[in-house]
């Protein structure tokens, strides 16, 4: 009954692959984010989605691409990564987008390590 | 620019009262949230503050001032437990959260 999950939790892989995370919540949340958490442990917001739609997207090099198949499931797939894309990923969901109250569910993350 | 500012470590004794502080600019406000993350954990939601005042919440409490863009979480009785790191964000008029470093509090016996 995991509010946010994520998978894989950790995820090592070489310099140049292709690979996807995945995130689902089972919270009713209309809007879905993508933050990267660097090694200094700053939250920095990727993309964000509401109803599948595509909200906010950062200054994200676009070898991310996020994709929504339906308002529970936000997937992050990334090509060919590089060592700067080692960090921890977090996917996060809110009740919806543009109202005030607007606390956000974390996901437990995922460590991504580029060798 | 959009900018939060904290410090990035503080230290306390544990049965002790800290005041993490919070200042930030951004291009609007819709409300300033705290959250707590625990080492190799997700961040999760603390306490959210929208108009001027303090908010309590058991031993945490969380002030705000909108005229001085500043804000503040207070930890009463610390216990070890508590421990982690506490993020400060901020929402814009936009409806986006913008982040702040967060501040990493050490508890000492």
């Known amino acids: 009954d995991t509010a946010v999950s994520q998978t894989p939790k950790y995820l090592v892989t070489q310099m140049g692959n292709d690979k996807s995370i995945k995130c689902e919540q089972n919270?009713?949340?209309?809007?879905m984010y993508w933050y990267k958490q660097d090694s200094k442990k700053f939250l920095k917001i990727m993309f964000s989605?509401?109803?599948?739609?595509?909200?906010i997207n950062e200054t994200v090099p676009n070898r991310f691409s996020p994709k929504s198949p339906d308002k529970a499931h936000l997937n992050l797939h990334i090509n060919s990564l590089e060592l700067g894309d080692s960090a921890v990923y977090f996917c996060?969901?809110?009740?919806?987008?543009?109202?005030?109250?607007?606390?956000?569910?974390f996901g437990p993350g995922t460590r991504l390590l580029v060798l | 620019g959009q900018n939060i500012d904290q410090p990035t470590e503080m230290t306390a004794t544990e049965g002790a009262i800290v005041q993490i502080n919070c200042t930030y600019q951004?291009?609007?406000?819709?409300?300033l949230f705290w959250y707590q993350q625990h080492a190799g954990e997700a961040p999760t939601f603390l306490s959210y503050?929208?108009l001027d005042g303090l908010e309590e919440k058991g031993r945490f409490s969380s002030f705000l001032s909108r005229s001085k863009g500043y804000s503040y979480l207070l930890l009463k009785e610390l216990q070890m437990k508590d421990s982690a790191s506490y993020l400060c964000?901020?929402?814009?008029?936009?409806?986006?959260?913008?982040w702040g470093a967060g501040t990493k509090l050490i508890i000492k016996p």
């Open positions: 996060a969901s809110s009740p919806s987008h543009g109202d005030v109250l607007e606390t956000q569910y």
């Open positions: 919270l009713g949340h209309d809007t």
């Open positions: 989605y509401n109803n599948k739609e595509l909200i």
């Open positions: 951004t291009s609007g406000f819709n409300g």
């Open positions: 503050n929208v």
């Open positions: 964000a901020v929402m814009d008029s936009n409806y986006q959260l913008i």
